[in-house]
């Protein structure tokens, strides 16, 4: 055997966790609890670089936005590896960074890796927009209306950094009132408004995870 064949793969489907969020999990300290945080907004994508294994987590909540939460959370996975400028950051440039990344990163690992399932996507997205249900005019204009705001979340966290030697209660509060500065309340309304009452089915979510995953584990 050639060493190509001897080496195990760096990264398997096997050593791939994947699993559905039925309800919302985030501990939120102080006044940030008090906004009306949907289920679709909780995922999770991380990598062990040690023992190449992956993690993955995705909301079952309204088809649409717990799509678009499940493609972000695609992008986390071997961000880091596969664009290492990112490690070279630190603090909120570093979680900026990231997050902006997989954003990017997932969308075009979606498009590539499940056509079929964007074209579905966006015929059943024109079906509810005929029906005056959702304002958007597309599945993308969407997604990155939500990549906007979750990016515009994720910068006005500096202020959990610049206070860090505050304790945890405080800088919470500081942060839910950046929050209100930037208008979240208003972005979470209209998130949840985008709710056409259709959940995600578990097994579809999964294929289209799985295919991803395989192209992900090719990258
Ligand atoms: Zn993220």
Redesign the pocket.
């Known amino acids: 055997m050639s060493e190509k064949e001897s080496k195990p793969e760096r990264y398997s489907l096997d050593r791939v966790t994947v699993e559905m969020r039925t309800e919302l999990t985030w501990e939120m300290p102080g006044k940030i609890k008090e906004f009306p945080w949907p289920l679709e907004l909780q995922?999770k994508?991380s990598t062990n670089e040690q023992d190449g294994s992956m993690h993955i987590e995705f909301p079952k909540g309204d088809i649409f936005l717990s799509f678009v939460t499940a493609i972000?959370?695609l992008?986390?996975l071997r961000q880091e590896e596969l664009k290492p400028a990112l490690k070279a950051k630190t603090g909120i440039a570093r979680d900026f960074a990231?997050?902006s990344d997989?954003?990017e990163r997932g969308w075009k690992r979606f498009i590539k890796s499940n056509p079929d399932t964007l074209k579905s996507l966006e015929n059943k997205f024109q079906k509810y927009h005929k029906q005056g249900k959702l304002e958007f005019a597309s599945f993308q204009e969407l997604y990155q209306w939500i990549q906007q705001n979750?990016l515009r979340m994720v910068e006005v966290q500096r202020v959990l950094f610049e206070g860090s030697k505050k304790p945890q209660e405080e800088r919470m509060n500081m942060l839910a009132d950046e929050l209100e500065k930037i208008g979240v309340r208003d972005f979470l309304t209209r998130y949840a408004e985008t709710r056409v009452g259709e959940i995600i089915d578990e097994q579809k979510m999964r294929v289209v995870i799985k295919k991803t995953l395989k192209h992900i584990i090719a990258e």
């Open positions: 995922g994508g972000h959370e992008g986390h990231q997050e997989a954003w979750a």
